[in-house]
């Protein structure tokens, strides 16, 4: 038990599952492309590969990779945004849980790659980022991969200040025993600088 309320409960009420689905629904039909976590992921990883969406929210990353033939899960523990992903796929996998007991859930360690996109590390419970970070790494397979995106200043995320930096995410990541493989701006493969407003990051398990 945390004993508290991750950010995007306070920030929601776990209320938005609609809304949320609603905004991207929006941009897709002003002809943004929606899918760029999902086609950032897909490059990294084999056909068929194992994937875990961590805070999948409605389901739009889990049900795209769906559609490029992997084998995606998604958890979150908002039960508003889990009930559009199982309105919208229901052959999928979802699962209700608390990334922070992510260890309750019996997952197998054998997954390719771990996402963790939408601001997910920046909005858990406070003081629960580097038990995160260790169960995310621990359900992947030797040599797999841990995806994050997340907003590391205020123009970047729905907070007024960033409760995590880099340094802070990497050493979580060292813990864990994940190795930063490659890191950019934008899910498009932008370059990232140093003081960037958001981070794309890879971190690897280790091959044995």
């Known amino acids: 038990m945390t004993g508290q309320r991750d950010r995007w409960a306070e920030l929601t009420g776990g209320r938005a599952g609609e809304e949320y689905a609603q905004r991207f629904a929006r941009l897709a039909a002003s002809g943004h492309d929606v899918h760029g976590e999902a ?4 490059a990294l990883v084999e056909s068929a590969a194992k994937v875990l969406d961590a805070g999948c929210g409605t389901g739009r990353i889990a049900i795209r990779l769906a559609e490029l033939g992997h084998h995606c899960t998604g958890v ?16 999928q996998d979802w699962l209700l849980g608390d990334l ?5 859930l019996g997952l197998d360690p054998d997954h390719d790659l771990v996402l963790a996109a939408g601001n997910v590390i920046p909005l858990l419970a406070p003081g629960t980022g580097e038990t995160v970070v260790g169960h995310l790494a621990a359900v992947l397979r030797p040599g797999g991969l841990l995806v994050t995106g997340m907003g590391l200043d205020a123009a970047h995320l729905p907070l007024e200040e960033a409760p995590v930096t880099l340094d802070e995410f990497d050493d979580w990541c ?7 493989r490659q890191r950019y701006a934008t899910w498009s493969g932008d370059p990232y600088r140093e003081g960037g407003g958001y981070a794309v990051s890879v971190h690897a398990a280790p091959t044995s």
């Open 39 to 42: 086609t950032f992921c897909a």
């Open 100 to 104: 922070a007991r992510l260890d309750d």
């Open 174 to 180: 060292t813990r864990a025993g994940l190795t930063l």
């Open 76 to 91: 979150d523990v908002d039960p508003s945004m889990l009930a559009v992903a199982r309105r919208d796929a229901p052959d």
